[in-house]
């Protein structure tokens, strides 16, 4: 069964409305979305490869995650391998932002640490 992605124009949990920004939080959201685009902006990776960086997740999920993504249009899957798309890279660059946020919201609010 191949993995339905959260798409733009679409109603996705949490939202009707089928806002872009509401289906990409919603993909976002999805357990293990962020460390597999994290690991794949670092170098790409196969399968086997990419489960060993996600510290041995399932590969039901990693098969689901990737199939969500590609669906996506922010990764693909050439010669064996997974990469970001020019779409997944751009979608890697807009969180930095966030990324320095996260790092003053955790030295300002004592926790955690900053990263």
Request: aromatic share 6%; proline share 5%; with cysteine.
């Amino acid at each position: 069964m191949e993995a339905r992605a959260p798409r733009p124009g679409t109603p996705v949990r949490g939202s009707e409305s089928g806002r872009p920004v509401m289906a990409v939080l919603d993909l976002l959201g999805r357990r293990w979305t962020m460390r597999i685009l994290w690991e794949l902006s670092q170098a790409p990776a196969g399968f086997r490869e990419l489960q060993r960086r996600c510290e041995r997740m399932s590969s039901s999920v990693l098969s689901t995650r990737l199939d969500e993504l590609t669906g996506s249009r922010l990764v693909t899957s050439h010669d064996g391998g997974y990469r970001l798309t020019r779409l997944g890279e751009d979608l890697v660059e807009a969180l930095v932002p966030l990324n320095a946020w996260s790092r003053r919201w955790a030295r300002e609010a004592g926790g955690g640490t900053a990263e």
